[in-house]
């Protein structure tokens, strides 16, 4: 074979090691960094970079934030009660430089910072407060494990508390307290229930009487108004009988013989009844005495004898 072809194939073939070996392609969310001869040199940003081929290492550092496990350990609170705790946490890092040579592995370091600092948070407060307080817990948490974390060039973003477990003696005293809680707020209820319903029973008798005591005053009133009126109207009529019979009266100018008739009309009314005693008008006696004159005059004017002018039981007048 013809060497000047060997040699081009030969150039060819470093060209092309030479120019794979200068490139480098970073991700969008990686950064890289480069090391030229164990020293660092520069960051990579991403896109397509070029290096010095042979003597520079290009090393990847992921920017993506990150998801960290805590696993479960048994924490004390202040309260003396161990509470089973776990915990999640996410971070991200911020420079790789320090994510890369401030710290071996940082993961690791932030699970066993979080589970310290866990112990030293929820060792603070009461079990009450641990169940009650995570948002507290969490930004404790967050605020310290952060400020660990910054010299390593990573952030953390938050840690949520996954589960926090009581001992079993401890959740059954808790259920038992909460059921009597409801309980007890259910017998309340039941009893506000049954104070209001009593009251509004109480309302409503008491508003029905006071509206039956005024229908019945309404009534009696009215009842009161329509005798009164009735009273009025007989009294008006009788009145005016009377002053018809008196003008009538004195329009004919009776004598005692009339006068006299009426009188007699009157005594089967007077005796009517179940009393055995008859008051009769003081002028009954006149009356009865104008009756014999007028009787004996009739019987004169027939030829018989004549009849004494006195009544039976009426006595004689003295001489």
Do not use: H
Request: glycine share 6%; aromatic share 6%.
């Amino acid at each position: 074979m013809n060497p000047v072809i060997i040699f081009l194939i030969v150039a060819l073939v470093f060209s092309f090691i030479i120019v794979s070996s200068s490139i480098r392609i970073i991700r969008p969310f990686e950064k890289g960094l480069v090391e030229r001869l164990g020293k660092f040199q520069r960051v990579l940003d991403p896109g397509l970079n070029m290096i010095l081929p042979f003597f520079d290492t290009v090393l990847k550092v992921d920017m993506r934030e990150v998801v960290i496990e805590v696993p479960p350990q048994l924490v004390i609170t202040r309260d003396n009660v161990n509470v089973e705790v776990d915990g999640i946490i996410y971070c991200q890092v911020t420079d790789p430089f320090r994510s890369r040579y401030e710290i071996t592995n940082y993961i690791q370091a932030a699970t066993k910072l979080a589970q310290t600092n866990l112990r030293n948070v929820v060792g603070e407060i009461d079990l009450d407060a641990v169940l009650s307080s995570r948002e507290r817990i969490n930004s404790q948490l967050r605020d310290v494990m952060d400020q660990a974390t910054d010299k390593w060039g990573v952030k953390v973003n938050r840690i949520e508390l996954q589960r926090i477990d009581p001992p079993v003696d401890i959740t059954n005293a808790m259920s038992r307290q909460m059921k009597a809680e409801r309980d007890k707020r259910a017998t309340i209820l039941d009893a506000e229930a049954v104070k209001q319903a009593d009251i509004t029973k109480s309302e409503g008798s008491k508003l029905s009487q006071i509206l039956e005591a005024e229908g019945y005053s309404s009534a009696v009133r009215l009842k009161a108004d329509a005798e009164k009126y009735r009273q009025l109207a007989v009294a008006e009529g009788e009145a005016g009988a009377i002053a018809s019979v008196f003008n009538a009266i004195q329009t004919a100018n009776p004598d005692e013989k009339v006068i006299t008739l009426k009188y007699l009309e009157m005594l089967p009314k007077l005796a009517e009844g179940s009393a055995n005693k008859i008051f009769l008008p003081y002028e009954a006696s006149g009356i009865l005495s104008s009756l014999s004159a007028m009787v004996a005059s009739v019987s004169n004017s027939g030829g018989g004898p004549q009849p004494s002018n006195r009544l039976p039981g009426v006595p004689k007048n003295p001489a």
